[in-house]
T-cell receptor, first 119, second 111 residues
C-alpha cells in the first residue's frame, strides 16, 4: 500500500497552461505539505495544511493554489505556467501539525514526486 | 550563515566501508532531526528521526545529535551499493516550525 501517492508522475506542458497535481495519503495524518525541489535538489516548502486549514504559505506566487478537500488529500493547482516552474513537486504528510513542539509525530513522509516540465 | 549546512559531496566509498554524513546548523532551537535517503528520481524516504540530543541506532544506521556543537551525523556501517543515494538532513524546532533541509550529500558505494 502506498502511503503518500501523487498523480501524475510526469507532467509536460506549455507555458501559459493551467495544471493540477493531486496528492493522497492513507496514513491517517492530520497535516499535508507541498515541497518544490529544484534542479540543484534543494527541497523547499511551499504550503502546509493541517486538518484542511492552511497553516504555512511560503512566498509562492499566487499562481499556485493548494486545495484540501479533506485531510487525506491536498491538491496543487498552478495557473499560467512559466518556464521557472519546471521542477519536481513533492507532497508529504505528518501525524501532527508543524507547530507541535514536543513528542513524536513530526516526521514527514514523502510521495514519489511529480516531475513538471514547462516548455 | 545558512541555517543548515551539508557538504554536497560527492562521496565515493568502497563496499563495506563505514560512511559518515554530517550537517551543521545555526539555530539552537532546533530539536527535531531527521535523515532522509533519496534515490535518483524518487521521493525522500525517512531513515532516522531523533528528538533532542543523543544517539539512535537502527540496523546499519546510527544517527547522532550534538546540540552543543550544533552538529548531526549519520553513520552507515558495512555500506552496500544499494546505499548509493542522496542523503538529506532535515530539522525543525522553536519558532522555526518548518522543516529545514540541507542540500543533500550524494553517496556512491562501489562494489
Amino acid at each position: 500500500d502506498t502511503a503518500v501517492s501523487q498523480t501524475p508522475k510526469y507532467l509536460v506542458t506549455q507555458m501559459g497552461n493551467d495544471k493540477s497535481i493531486k496528492c493522497e495519503q492513507n496514513l491517517g495524518h492530520d497535516t499535508m505539505y507541498w515541497y518544490k525541489q529544484d534542479s540543484k535538489k534543494f527541497l523547499k516548502i511551499m504550503f502546509s495544511y493541517n486538518n484542511k486549514e492552511l497553516i504555512i504559505n511560503e512566498t509562492v506566487p499566487n499562481r499556485f493554489s493548494p486545495k484540501s478537500p479533506d485531510k487525506a488529500h491536498l491538491n496543487l493547482h498552478i495557473n499560467s505556467l512559466e518556464l521557472g516552474d519546471s521542477a519536481v513537486y513533492f507532497c508529504a504528510s505528518s501525524q501532527v501539525g508543524p507547530r507541535r513542539t514536543s513528542g513524536s509525530g513530526n516526521e514527514q513522509y514523502f510521495g514519489p514526486g511529480t516531475r513538471l516540465t514547462v516548455t | 550563515q545558512k541555517e543548515v549546512e551539508q557538504d554536497p559531496g560527492p562521496l565515493s566509498v568502497p563496499e563495506g566501508a563505514i560512511v559518515s554524513l554530517n550537517c551543521t546548523y545555526s539555530n539552537s532551537a532546533f530539536q527535531y532531526f531527521m535523515w532522509y535517503r533519496q534515490y535518483s528520481r524518487k521521493g525522500p524516504e525517512l531513515l532516522m528521526y531523533t528528538y533532542s540530543s543523543g544517539n539512535k541506532e537502527d540496523g546499519r544506521f546510527t544517527a547522532q545529535v550534538d546540540k552543543s556543537s550544533k552538529y548531526i551525523s549519520l553513520f552507515i556501517r558495512d555500506s552496500q551499493p544499494s546505499d548509493s543515494a542522496t542523503y538529506l538532513c532535515a530539522m525543525k524546532g522553536g519558532s522555526n516550525y518548518k522543516l529545514t533541509f540541507g542540500k543533500g550529500t550524494l553517496l556512491t558505494v562501489n562494489p
